[in-house]
């Protein structure tokens, strides 16, 4: 199974960040479920959100407020939505899949975004 992101690497402040995970060699049908996960210069990996099999979305309740997971079956993909951007949300961007819900067993190369005037 291979992930790949996609999407701007630059956003204004206060726009929208939009990215698009496109999935191969897997269904996002079947696999247990589909997330967000991002790592700002210099901190951690943060969780952002996730999609399962059957559409239900998960959040973290710190983005939940201005975060939308959603996903295309026809086309294999699921996106990430995150309103109202601020330059704290510079990251790369890392499209992640699990097969059971206990860890990550696929993840995208990740992809640079940065938010700036």
């Known amino acids: 199974v291979q992930l790949q992101e996609s999407g701007p690497g630059l956003v204004k402040p206060s726009q929208m960040l939009s990215l698009t995970c496109t999935v191969s060699?897997?269904?996002?049908?079947?696999?247990?479920?589909w997330g967000w996960i991002r790592q700002p210069p210099g901190k951690g990996l943060e969780w952002m959100g996730a999609?399962?099999?059957?559409?239900?979305?998960y959040y973290s309740p710190s983005l939940k407020s201005r975060t939308s997971i959603s996903r295309d079956t026809s086309k294999n993909q699921f996106s990430l939505r995150l309103y109202s951007v601020t330059p704290e949300d510079t990251a790369v961007y890392y499209c992640?899949?699990?097969?059971?819900?206990?860890?990550?067993?696929?993840w995208g190369q990740g992809t640079q975004v940065t938010v700036s005037s």
């Open positions: 992640a899949g699990s097969t059971n819900g206990l860890g990550i067993d696929y």
């Open positions: 999609i399962g099999y059957d559409g239900t979305t």
């Open positions: 060699g897997g269904s996002i049908t079947t696999s247990r479920g």
